[in-house]
């Protein structure tokens, strides 16, 4: 079946630096991807969407500028945190939808830790 | 924008006990997917209903799909603390392919 991976599981990075998260469609092709953010006791929130090829489209409220998100190929899209603030720390997961023979499904990373210290 | 409104928002259950959980939209929904996670960790896909009036089960768990295709309930039968965790519903509510969001969460407790 479709597989997304994710990258790092974890991570912990000091405050001020960026983080980049990876996330590689193994086996299909993924034109698009969706990343979300999680806090604690929290759901799940889309933060943008990525479309290979074009600019991503962000949610309302989340800064375009400190999360950074670069789809460049059709198996790969990155996240990169930058200039991370504790507030920050949360956990990122990613998501790619995509067609098996029959149905239409949406096929999820492990998602990230982040810690910003 | 969270789209989709789950209750209860909590859910604190003696073991053995069934239980049932609502996903809601105020729109039309094209899929709707429930998954079960814990905070921190993957998304464990449990069912996927598309059609109006839909129902699906998998060993102790039931999803159903109204005929408007705007709410989706998840039941839960002889609960066990295995089912302990965040349930989550999903879908595509503006059937362009572009967005897909998440519900507002349930924590479910299961006292042993």
């Known amino acids: 079946g479709a597989v997304v991976s994710q990258h790092p599981s974890r991570v912990i990075c000091k405050s001020g630096t960026s983080v980049k998260i990876e996330c590689r469609s193994l086996?299909?092709?993924?034109?698009?991807m969706f990343w979300y953010r999680q806090f604690p006791k929290q759901s799940l929130m889309l933060m943008a969407t990525?479309?290979?090829?074009?600019?991503?489209?962000?949610e309302q409220g989340v800064e375009k500028d400190k999360f950074l998100i670069n789809h460049a190929s059709l198996t790969l899209s990155t996240l990169t945190v930058t200039s991370a603030h504790p507030e920050d720390s949360s956990f990122y997961i990613c998501?790619?939808?995509?067609?098996?023979?029959?149905?239409?499904?949406?096929?999820f990373g492990s998602g990230t830790r982040l810690t910003v210290v | 924008s969270q789209e989709l409104e789950q209750s209860p928002q909590s859910l604190i259950v003696q073991e053995g006990k069934n239980l049932t959980i609502n996903c809601t939209s105020s729109?039309?929904?094209?899929?709707l997917y429930w998954y079960k996670q814990k905070y921190g960790e993957g998304l464990i896909f449990l069912m996927m209903?598309?059609?109006?009036?839909e129902e699906k089960s998998h060993e102790k768990i039931t999803a159903k799909l109204d005929e408007k295709k705007q709410q989706s309930s998840l039941h839960i039968t002889a609960s066990q603390p295995s089912h302990a965790g965040i349930y989550l519903c999903?879908?595509?509510?503006?059937?362009?392919?572009?967005?897909?969001?998440f519900g507002t969460g349930t924590s479910l407790t299961v006292i042993p």
């Open positions: 999903g879908a595509d509510v503006h059937n362009t392919g572009n967005q897909f969001y």
């Open positions: 990525s479309n290979e090829g074009s600019k991503a489209t962000y």
């Open positions: 209903l598309q059609k109006g009036g």
């Open positions: 086996d299909f092709q993924a034109t698009t």
């Open positions: 729109k039309t929904l094209y899929g």
């Open positions: 998501s790619a939808p995509h067609w098996d023979s029959i149905n239409y499904g949406y096929t």
